[in-house]
């Protein structure tokens, strides 16, 4: 199994940016696409980001232009920069990361367990 740790969530008011991070821990043998998920209160949880082990993204359009997804494969990680955030940005976000892990079954998806960020004044 991998394990996924998340950071970099909290209080900023509109306008303000954050800086989310993920990254996989284990028997990592191979990556896959990364990506970040929004729920919103009382809402479903989206795709808002996504990046392929080649570095082709693709955004929401609630968030094209103001946040950007990268990946590190050495560090197994990825992250999410948020600019010039949004109320309506309020959320849990959690990141996913597809990997391989020694003498598993393939590719899986593996889930943080979401952080959240605010933003109010």
């Known amino acids: 199994q991998a394990q996924i740790a998340e950071s970099g969530g909290g209080l900023v008011q509109p306008g303000g940016s954050l800086r989310l991070s993920c990254a996989a821990s284990?028997?990592?043998?191979?990556?896959?696409?990364m990506a970040w998920y929004q729920q919103g209160p009382g809402r479903q949880r989206v795709l808002i980001a996504r990046?392929?082990?080649?570095?082709?993204?693709n955004y929401a359009e609630s968030v094209k232009g103001r946040f950007t997804i990268a990946n590190d494969l050495v560090k197994d990680s990825t992250y999410l920069q948020m600019n010039n955030l949004k109320a309506e940005d309020t959320a849990i976000y959690y990141c996913?990361?597809?990997?391989?892990?020694?003498?598993?079954?393939?590719?899986?998806?593996?889930w943080g367990q979401g952080i959240q960020v605010t933003v109010s004044s």
């Open positions: 996913m990361i597809e990997a391989a892990v020694e003498g598993g079954n393939g590719v899986n998806r593996f």
């Open positions: 284990g028997q990592i043998s191979a990556l896959g696409d």
């Open positions: 990046i392929t082990s080649d570095g082709i993204t």
